[in-house]
């Protein structure tokens, strides 16, 4: 009985690694509103894998600006394309020789990001997401869909009822800084009584 259960155990496991074998993900992330931040989309392949194509799906108040290839997918001549819909974006790679990725984890793409004033958080869907192999045989990738890992807030960014008032400062990827004295040029955000809000680049006199 226990050898029986132990042979259930392995196969239940193995079928959990195969599953996870490859995926597409995101990195947790933070944005504030009213600005702008670019991170990697991240291919951990098993399997050999000659393209990739998902649909990301963004919050309310949060957009795409821009989506490039790496240098890693240039490598491998791939030429990426992107189109918007109601219902996301879908965004795919492919190459233009008869190349494959090689089972790596790497970062595929960046995307930047651009919170809007009234950003209030959300969440971050990667679904449909698939692959193929030099034959063309369709891989499944993250079982289909991933969620973006979220910081512990539950929130990408800081809902506007909870922004401090006064002035904020951020480094030019939108990284929020202590102050304008830590970074040669820094982004000041200011929060006015009435709730508007300015912004203005500052830049250190050397």
């Known amino acids: 009985m226990r050898r029986f259960l132990m042979i ?25 509103p009213d600005s702008t931040i670019t991170v990697p989309v991240m291919l951990a392949n098993m399997d050999s894998t000659r393209g990739i194509q998902f649909n990301i799906t963004l919050p309310s108040g949060l957009k795409i600006l821009e989506c490039n290839l790496t240098p890693y997918a ?24 008869r190349v494959c990725f090689p089972p790596d984890t790497m970062a595929v793409l960046m995307i930047e990001f651009k ?22 045989t369709t891989i499944i990738i993250g079982n289909d869909t991933t969620m973006v890992t979220l910081p512990s807030s539950s929130l990408i960014g800081i809902p506007i009822d ?27 955000v200011t929060t006015r009584p009435d709730g508007t809000i300015d912004s203005r680049k500052v830049a250190q006199m050397r």
């Open 8 to 32: 259930i155990l392995a196969a239940v496991f193995t079928l959990a690694a195969v599953a996870q074998r490859n995926r597409i993900y995101i990195e947790d992330f933070e944005i504030y």
């Open 74 to 97: 240039d490598e491998y001549d791939m030429f990426l394309f992107q189109n918007s819909t109601a219902s996301g974006t879908t965004i795919g790679m492919y190459p233009l020789s």
């Open 162 to 188: 909870n922004r401090p008032d006064g002035d904020q400062y951020f480094n030019l990827l939108g990284q929020p800084i202590p102050s304008a004295d830590s970074v040669p040029v820094a982004v000041r």
């Open 115 to 136: 919170a809007k004033s009234d950003f209030a958080g959300g969440e971050i869907i990667l679904w449909k997401c698939r692959g193929s192999t030099m034959e063309n």
